[in-house]
């Protein structure tokens, strides 16, 4: 008998949904293009305090910039959004309980 029938393959680096390019697919694209909405009001408000075009066009590319930049998947398939998303789901998960000294030696 053949031992290669008995052996399970696992394929490594799959992905399961098509990709733009490396990291950044359909899902990536959506959240790129919320966090350039807040870049681009952000930016409209910059103009209107400052009148400053120049001011205004740095920030709506450092918005998309930005934008793409976090939501790109790294090696690990985990983006910095993910990542911040990770840490506020584990500190909302943990629960505080504080000492209360209690004398030890007391009967009730």
Sequence with gaps: MDNDTNTLYIPMGVKTENEFFSGFGKKELIQALIGTMFGGIVSVIIFIVSGNVAYTMIGVLSGIAGSVMMTTKD????????????????????KHYPYVYGNEWEVY
């Design 75 to 94: 090696q690990y398939n985990m983006s910095v959004v993910t990542q911040v998303a990770n840490l506020v789901r584990f500190s909302r998960s943990q």
